[in-house]
RNA sequence: UCCACAGUAGCUCAGCGGCAGAGCAAUCGGCUGUUAACCGAUUGGUCGCAGGUUCGAACCCUGCCUGUGGAGCCA
């Protein structure tokens, strides 16, 4: 391994060896400009016919699209070049020559793309989105370790539904049953109960017949939970994290921003605190902006929530919503038993819910009367319920949909360029 | 599961009842500052599949398959 592109501008005026794919070329007779990248970034080489050997310029006039090699050459600064450092070559060693790369530099339509992910991911713009993806993660893995919590992995093998609201994928486990997880929070709240404040970061699955713009099969999802905390304390940590991932990315991402276009200052807007309204406030709003369809007590659809967010350029908490709507374990409002301490957050320009979180029902008796409800007097749920057997607390915790937070984050049309290698339905490949 | 739209060259698309087309890619040639370079030439087809209507179907009709994005559900 040698030189990075990523490193070229601190070896200005000296030769170095960096292993590249050839991304485009254009040519003249005598002259020939060489779109290398090495992973890293992009950089320009430029190979002139009467300063290489003639084996380099035919070896040069010979290579095609995504060929791999070394290249030499003299590192200059050069404001004609598109990243402003460029590659005077002085020699070049092909390591494969590709033939026919299907991915040419012309427009192609989204099932092409899709059947080609796998070299899709080489553009830059992939490149760029799959950056800000990393940085999201690591954003993610600071803010925690910084704020006192441990991540704790929770299983993707389980025996039961942990919600028991969304279609899962079954599978078996030797000769019993069982499903991919769909959320790792139950888990979460024994491990808040060992270890204070934890978080876990992995995939989630869901076997919905869902096919917009906002969904994933399989996607990945940070859910922290904290005990002793209560929903208005899990609020300003969401809110917190939140704004210093966006203005983390600001800081760190501003070549892959530029890359796909996306405005900044809308992202410069966001920071803590969030607006909040209740769910009463939110089925008001709609009521006297044109959803008559809406009434109390009914959970509101992707339209609902587009029309909610549009009016405010930050992301907003919508809070209190109707207990029948939500999951079994959320807390109640003491004040108001039919409500519960719950936020989803609610992502601006129409990218929808990006967190969903509430402080849990710590109450024993109360519990077992939810397991009646929903029954859920499987065997397989009796440890949850031990929980609030020994020695409960209050406690709440959250889930940030990693994609759509990218998907916000980067302004992308569709969650799918937000995730490697992304898991649609009827799609399954690469 | 429901609704809508689409499927023609490797890719992006035009053609909408009368000889299968263009741009890009590929191949060959030209060009010393290109930025999805440009210029000339060549190559490239099961018009998604099956049936029907018609003198004649890529085009009209029916069914199926595949894809797209929207609803529901959700992060």
Known sequence: MGTTISEVSSHVGSEVTIGVWLANKRSSGKIQFLEL?????????????????????????????????????????DKRAPSGYELTVSGLKLIQKAHDYPITPKEHGVEFLMDHRHLWLRSSR???ILRIRNEVIKGTYDYFYDHGFIKVDAPLLTGSAAEGTTDLFHTKYFDRDAYLS???QLYMEAAAMAFGKVFSFGPAFRAEKSKTRRHLIEFWMIEPEMAFCDHEESLKIQEDYIACLVQRVLKKCQPELKVIGRDTSKLEKIKAPFPRITYDEAVRFLNKNGFDDIKWGDDFGAPHETAIAEHFDVPVFVTEYPAKAKAFYMKPDPDREEVVLCADLLAPEGYGEIIGGSQRIDD?????KRYEQYHLNDPSYKWYLELRQYGSVPHSGFGLGLERAIAWICGLEHIREAIPFPRLLNRIYP
Do not use: P
């Open 182 to 184: 769909q959320s790792g």
């Open 126 to 128: 992939q490149h760029a």
């Open 37 to 77: 990248r090495d992973g890293t970034g992009f950089i320009q080489g430029v190979v002139l016919k009467n300063e290489v050997d003639e084996a380099d310029w035919e070896e040069a006039k010979e290579l095609t699209q995504e060929s791999s090699l070394y290249v030499t050459g003299l590192v200059r600064e």
């Open 364 to 368: 024993l008796e109360l519990m077992k």
